[in-house]
């Protein structure tokens, strides 16, 4: 079939959403919540916006605890795609009781910024093979400079982006599809990958409303299935001289009764 090939930009973007989460807009922000719905979790928490590598990082504290729910990033220096490329060159992590004056930061390449708040540090790096040591006691203390509020978050006017609908959306190389497209495969030059798994199928096509995998030897039943129908599958084709990788991602709930009913 004639499709246009995946542009990176957007499947960095599509791939963000899977890995980490809700992208929300609200009229001059951008927000990725990597806790789905936190503001719903507690009737009220204090919210820490703590302003590193050029954006905000939303800590939640409650009963002495903290955890990352959600990055902002402003719409006068960010556009959608560029939060991707921000995620993909930078990790934040944030160390919780720590014992001692230093804090070891693995897998990475460079340590960017480094910020104490209230006890904890939050250290932004970029991913790499290398492990750093970080004394605590030099790092800027940021508790006093970024006050949290105690509050319970208003939602009610922004939109989720791209986010995973109720029922099975196709998306094939960044485009809505109305059915789902047959792709075909060449075994012996090409790849398809599923979710992180290689497929040895020679093609892609409809199997009963779900996304099959089938083998011309065994054309009446496909080799694997996403069974899932209730989800977003984002399928994008990278060709290059004399070869092509399909990659399909989606996330997906097991539904076992549907399952027995097919089995049974």
Known sequence: MDVRVTDMS????????????TLR?????????VVKDYESLYPEFSLHSIGIGGIFLQVLERNGKYRIVSYEFSKESFCVQDIAQWMDTYHVKLYTNIDGNRVCVYSAKEIIEGLKLKGNVIVLYTPGNGEHILDIDDLPEVTE???????KRDTSYCKEID????????????EQMDHIPRIELDLSKDMLICNGNVILADY????????????????????????DTATTVFIDIFEGKSAKIVIIQCKYIVDLEALFDLLD
């Open 163 to 174: 986010s995973v609908e109720r029922s099975m959306r196709i998306i094939l190389n960044g």
């Open 25 to 33: 807009e609200y009229p001059e922000r951008f927000e990725l919540c």
């Open 145 to 151: 400079k970024f006050i949290p509020s105690l509050q």
């Open 10 to 21: 957007e499947y960095r973007l599509r791939r963000l959403l899977l890995e980490q989460g």
């Open 204 to 227: 892609v096509d409809d199997f009963s409303g779900c996304i099959g995998f089938y083998s011309k030897k065994k054309e009446w039943w496909p080799i694997a299935w996403i069974h």
